[in-house]
């Protein structure tokens, strides 16, 4: 199978890029960082200076975002001497989307070679260490989704070659999209940790694991997932960083505790919740973000 066969062409997508955000953007020397906004932490957004909009669904082969808190939408711009392209929400198993179409606007952002990938979402904290509204930097993962350990067996467009070159190869991925590159990077944990502790909020360190959904989980799951070493849950990520690490891009994953998902408590999740939770962390995660943009500047520099 071929980017074309199914509808998704990865160069004629960048290509709207430039179309859309124009030359200054698209050719300026200044490093790249690609970010992906979860649940609620649009907000960011409003941060991006002078963003240019593009819809995913109007790039053939990519689908509008349907969940709640999910603008479903690319923003290019800038942010602290930095090209910034991000997803203002992303795509779900829950909607109905197979691991290959999820990943399409992934694909495109890793076409782009930018010099960072940071991924974020709302989670379910498992580990009762964690407080609702805390960061935490994702240092492992289980993936889970669609009932499938690690590997997603699906075609993947190549994503390895830089997007100056206007014919991308059509080489596709092999069928599992795990690897083993690290998924996070160690420089940009430690630009993050450095935020935490001049914002003075909490940052730790967890495994992920991800799961289809839409359905929060039940006591039995968490007791479950608690014993597979799991210290959040949530409905996304791997496969965005999974792929974003497998084209050797520099990745690195953060979770915010939305709800405590402990087996014993009383409470039960709901999406307004998370929304709120996430909207009160974005100023967290917009420091660690404007921290990882500072040390790409920093390293920029050095060279």
Known sequence: ???????????????????????????????????????????????????????????????????????????????????????????????????????????????????????????????????????????????????????????RPSVLSPSSNPNLSETVFANAFRCGRPTCDNGFAEAASRAAREGGFRLSLGTYLAVSGPNYETRAECRMMKSWGADLVGMSTVPEVALASRAGLRTLSIGVVTNMAIPDSPATAAHEDVLAVSNAAGKNLESVVRAIARSLVQEQGNG
Request: glycine fraction near 12%; include cysteine; hydrophobic fraction near 45%.
């Open 1 to 155: 199978m071929t980017a074309e066969s199914h509808g998704f062409e990865l160069p004629w997508a960048i290509e709207q890029f430039r179309t859309r955000a124009g030359d200054e953007f698209m050719d300026s020397s200044l490093p790249l960082m690609a970010v992906v906004l979860g649940s609620g932490l649009g907000g960011f957004a409003e941060s991006i200076e002078s963003p240019t909009a593009i819809r995913y669904d109007s790039i053939p082969g990519l689908s509008a975002s349907t969940a709640s808190g999910h603008r479903g939408e690319f923003l290019l711009g800038w942010i602290d001497s930095v090209r910034v392209l991000a997803m203002a929400g992303r795509l779900h198993a829950y909607e109905g989307h197979s691991i290959d179409e999820l990943t399409r606007p992934m694909a495109v952002m890793a076409g782009m070679r930018p010099s960072a990938v940071v991924v974020s979402c709302a989670a379910g904290g498992l580990n009762p260490r964690f407080r609702v509204g805390d960061l935490v930097l994702i240092d492992e993962h289980i993936g889970m989704l669609h009932g499938q350990m690690g590997a997603f067996g699906a075609d």
